[in-house]
């Protein structure tokens, strides 16, 4: 077989591979023990193995087999993003030592290794039409199951595939609350709607990105960009909502959009008009929800909500002030917190994640785990911006940017675009891959052009 087709093979198999790893793994028995090959235990924990997992192998060996074959070079990408991926991986595994819990070791090597991997494989062989096809797939997939499920208010029969059991009148099941009513979110797959609404609002700043390259090529993703932009208000995610209002604001701002004479025809101008309609009409149908999920004073779901929030940080910040070098060790934030209160007396009917992965990751890590990941998400947007002041940023690089920019935002505001969860580090490692790409002659149209 010749190079050419084992990048097809290993490109395939990849991308099988990456949508695997952001599904829910540990709440999809019928996807991921299909068909049963061996049981996988670890601690006190018991996990069916499927042949389907096999596939990654699979792409391993063809990209050995491709790599053989082919006269490509590795490329270490650019500095500025490939250097935080590393440290940041690096001192993760570090601070993991000393181990307390097995389980939390191998999830933390398991993390970084997957991180790593999908950044590696992205810069040296997955084409960006791939990966936008892929990530297409996961927003049209998942944005029409939150559809049907904030349709039906309640799950959809899917429970096999990660799907959790959702009834807006259970306690513990994320709702809006409006005058008493309980109006469940829009979840897909995902374990709470936050992770639904932060993967709409990456996966339609990405869609968008390639339809502004090649509007004839791209149509597909028309589709994509109008269920994930559903499913994502539906998600009633306001950390996604930020994102993602940053992130197209950013992508108008360097590609400077208005300056493209397509904006001036006739299409393109009754293409908005629609679209303000839709906005004017959703807000209008959807008010009661909306400004209960904005922040009505007297919902003491929302005011409950923000104050778990506030008090988080400030147990955040307490670990961080206690040991700002080394952190608690990674993994062991709940852990810590925990100890923390048997130590004191202090009793608390429950710990959870706090809402800010640089928090997070300071807290775990010592304070240059913060540092690191704000210099992962904030540096690259950040000198694309400067680069812009001039000049007019490519689409097709402007919208990785924003995709970057759209995760510090979010990062800001909510625990799930840590590094380490399997499928935000999936996600992560691609964007930054691309990120790292040097610019091509192609990336980059000068004011002239």
Known sequence: MKGSRWLVVSRTAFTVSWVLATLNLRQAPCLFAWPLVWSLTVGDRTYPVGGVLLVPIIAAAATGWWWRTSSHRWDW???VVTAPVVALGALALVRSW????????????????????????????????????????????QGCIGLAQFALQRSIGLAGFGELTLDPLVRG???????????LRAYGLMPHPNVLGGMMGLGVLVCVGALLCGPRRSRWTL?????????????FSRSAWLGALVGSMYIVGTAKLWRFATLRERKARALLLA???????????????????LGQSSSALEQSSVNERVRDMGQAWMLIRHLPLRGVGTGYYVDALWAWAQ????????????????????????????????????????????????RTVSPARARWGAALLFLFVVGMLDAYPNFLYFRSGALLGMVCGFCARREDANAVRTDAA
């Not at 099941?173 to 109006?183: I, K």
């Not at 303000?276 to 999920?293: K, N, Y």
Request: overall charge positive.
């Open 173 to 183: 099941v994320s709702v809006v609350e409006v005058a008493g009513q309980r109006w």
């Open 77 to 79: 990408g650019r500095p």
């Open 275 to 293: 679209c303000g309609i839709v906005v004017v009409v959703t807000g209008a149908a959807f008010s009661g929800l909306l400004v209960a999920r």
């Open 343 to 390: 130590a004191t007396g202090q009793s608390f009917p429950g710990f959870q994640s706090v809402h800010n992965v640089p928090l997070l990751l300071s807290a775990e890590m010592g304070g240059l785990g913060g540092l690191l990941w704000f210099w992962l998400v904030g540096v690259v947007p950040l000198s694309m911006a400067w680069y812009a002041r001039g």
């Open 98 to 141: 000393p181990v307390h819990r097995v389980e939390v070791l191998v999830a933390t090597v398991v993390g970084v290794l997957l991180f790593w991997g999908a950044y590696a494989y992205t810069l040296q062989a997955w084409h960006p039409a791939g990966a936008t096809w892929a990530l297409g797939a996961l927003v049209l997939v």
């Open 223 to 235: 589709a994509p960009i109008g269920v994930g932009a559903a499913a994502l208000f539906l998600s």
